[in-house]
């Protein structure tokens, strides 16, 4: 039961469908900086409003410390994390695809229903500490933007779900 804030009616709201999150998947090479990034600003600044996934086309097998690093700095954790392929991940499933820089190919099934989105981020790999905080800074950018384009077209009249 929720309750009207207005007029302190109990209204039953189990029968409605609950909106699901909006999957987003975001590629790299290595799936051991930037995606990473990506996946955990997402999830992280979403707020349940989507279900941020991360994939490297030759996925390195794990994440930087620099990686680490930069996002704990923010308070967010990347436990559970890990690198993986696009073999790991449901790619059909996804409303949007991301590819985090001009050297990542990241083939989508026939079919694909979904948006693909290029942006050209840097790779920080092998790069210093510092190279890392600006990277992160412009996905956070990028994911901040993402997340207002993704609401604005959630709300507008003619979406459907």
């Not at 349940?48 to 930087?64: D, E, K, Q």
């Not at 989105?117 to 890392?132: C, M, V």
């Amino acid at each position: 039961m929720t309750r009207c804030n207005f007029c302190a009616i109990k209204i039953d709201m189990s029968g409605m469908p609950e909106k699901r999150p909006l999957n987003v998947l975001f590629v790299c090479v290595g799936n051991s900086c930037r995606s990473q990034m990506a996946e955990a600003l997402a999830n992280h600044l979403g707020q349940g409003r989507v279900r941020a996934w991360s994939a490297g086309s030759h996925p390195l097998g794990a994440i930087t410390p620099e990686t680490y690093e930069v996002l704990n700095e923010e308070g967010i954790s990347l436990d559970g994390h890990w690198s993986k392929g696009l073999e790991d991940v449901p790619v059909a499933e996804m409303d949007v695809v991301v590819g985090m820089g001009c050297e990542v190919v990241c083939p989508v099934p026939s079919g694909f229903k979904g948006r693909v989105i290029e942006w050209n981020i840097p790779d920080p790999f092998g790069r210093e500490l510092e190279f890392f905080h600006s990277v992160r800074d412009l996905i956070d950018r990028q994911v901040k933007t993402l997340l207002a384009d993704l609401e604005q077209q959630e709300q507008s009249p003619g979406h459907e779900e």
